[in-house]
């Protein structure tokens, strides 16, 4: 009675569904899913000539097993996930993430080449382990038929040097917001380890959402003037979502 989803949700029968799983002997140690879909969020204005923007899939869940984390699992399943909405003809890939996880920051943008134009402060209510203060969420687009994602998947652009990003900092973690750069890339810091973070001080971990829910509403965007995530930059510890 707790499941959220369809027990059969993974079986080749449930038709509205794209599902990954990986096994080790008989144990699921990882596994990914989505939803065919129509429509979605609209792209930036001239993003549009030859993409089918009305069949997507909205990428649901991705979960690894903790032993397995950091060993290339998710971008297996990510990659299998892009093969196979090429082939059903799909040529976007929606999902949420939250902004403030490094981990999934460095995966999306850094090894896949996704991008976000769009922040949703405060999308979901819930708490967890992982959402301790309101879980805001970037939406991403996962143009996976792209040259950017394919030049990705080849050789990931991965996790870039602050100082060569050529990026502007707008924010000193949870301390210090400029809500006035007009640089055509910023970076916006973001913590080190946010689920720590939480356990840790829930005070600071509020204090770290604000500051960040702030920048993204103010610089994030896909109108004239807007600044869309496309990579991730470290500075020795600290962690930046990079924006042009």
């Known amino acids: 009675t707790d499941n959220l989803y369809p027990t059969d949700i993974h079986s080749t029968d449930f038709g509205c569904v794209q599902s990954e799983v990986v096994r080790s002997g008989n ?20 993003w549009d000539e030859g993409i089918n923007r009305d069949w997507r899939l909205e990428s649901q869940v991705l979960g690894v097993h903790p032993d397995l984390r950091g060993r ?29 996880l490094w981990p999934n920051a460095a995966l999306n943008f850094g090894r896949l080449g996704a991008v976000a134009f769009d922040f949703v402060p405060g999308m979901y209510a819930f708490r967890n382990e992982m959402n301790r203060v309101p879980a805001s969420r970037l939406a991403l687009t996962w143009l996976v038929n792209s040259r950017r994602v394919q030049d990705h998947l080849r050789a990931p652009g991965g996790v870039r040097d602050l100082a060569g ?6 924010n000193d973690g949870s301390l210090r917001v400029d ?38 509403a103010h610089y994030i965007g896909s109108q004239p003037g807007n600044y869309i995530i496309t990579s991730v930059a470290r500075e020795r510890e600290r962690c930046y979502l990079v924006a042009e």
């Open 27 to 46: 144990q699921v140690v990882a596994f990914l899913f989505g939803f065919y879909k129509h429509g979605g969020r609209p792209l930036p204005a001239g």
């Open 72 to 100: 290339g699992v998710a971008t297996l399943l990510k990659v299998r996930q892009a093969e196979k909405a090429r082939q059903a003809g799909i040529d976007i890939v929606n999902w949420t993430a939250d902004p403030l």
């Open 165 to 170: 990003a050529g990026a502007v900092v707008v």
């Open 179 to 216: 809500l006035t750069c007009a640089a055509p890339r910023i970076a916006i810091e973001i913590p080190q380890n946010w689920v720590a973070l939480q356990a840790q001080s829930l005070s600071e971990a509020e204090a770290w959402r604000s500051a960040t829910d702030t920048v993204l």
